[in-house]
């Protein structure tokens, strides 16, 4: 199977790079009024959410608008290992651009990490991806980060409202999946939100 999600993943990044920087930000200014409007987000204390990188779906306009909403949110910092360590977004400024390997620099926070398990505290979980099918399931990136974040989630009876942020031809009817594989609760693209029965 992994073969299958390497060549989808594939397809999907080249579509994702071949967008302008227009495109990029006029697409996140539509995913944060959207996303905005979740009765799940009007209603959270705790968003765990994540800086998205090059021509991923914007999400900058989103966590300040949660933050001003006084909500706190968390962003990952990814350890050697690929588990995720989170800390407090409190603005841009609260953010240091970090080089893991030869991967991709990321933003993450900059001040008090909080441990894998801060994540549990959350009311919804943003989570990142390059495509959700009709039943919720999620194609992730395939460093395994998130599918951790979920079996934290599940192993201490954690049950936020997990949302994927994507561009709208990103929704497919379906996407190939393995065992560990877990649905989510919705998907919001600029045009839209589709909920899927809760897992």
């Not at 390997?101 to 398990?117: I, S, V, W, Y």
Request: charged share 25%.
């Amino acid at each position: 199977m992994e073969p299958v999600k390497r060549a989808v993943r594939r397809r999907f990044l080249a579509a994702r790079n071949a967008l302008t920087p227009a495109d990029v930000m006029n697409a996140a200014s539509a995913l944060a009024e959207r996303a905005l409007g979740l009765p799940e987000l009007a209603h959270a204390r705790t968003v765990a959410a994540y800086v998205s990188v090059g021509t991923e779906p914007g999400t900058l306009a989103l966590l300040d608008a949660l933050h001003a909403r006084g909500v706190r949110v968390l962003l990952p910092a990814l350890l050697d290992d690929n588990d995720l360590d989170w800390g407090e977004y409190t603005g841009e400024g609260s953010l240091t651009r970090v080089q893991h390997g030869g991967k991709t620099a990321l933003l993450e926070p900059a001040g008090e990490r909080l441990g894998p398990q801060a994540v549990t505290a959350a009311d919804v979980v943003l989570l990142p991806g390059l495509a959700v099918d009709a039943r919720g399931m999620r194609l992730g990136r395939g460093g395994g980060s998130y599918d951790r974040v979920l079996a934290r989630l599940e192993r201490a009876g954690a049950r936020p409202a997990l949302v994927v942020l994507l561009y709208d031809t990103e929704v497919v009817t379906r996407v190939p999946e393995e065992p560990h594989d877990r649905p989510v609760h919705a998907v919001v693209t600029p045009s839209g939100v589709r909920r899927f029965s809760a897992p």
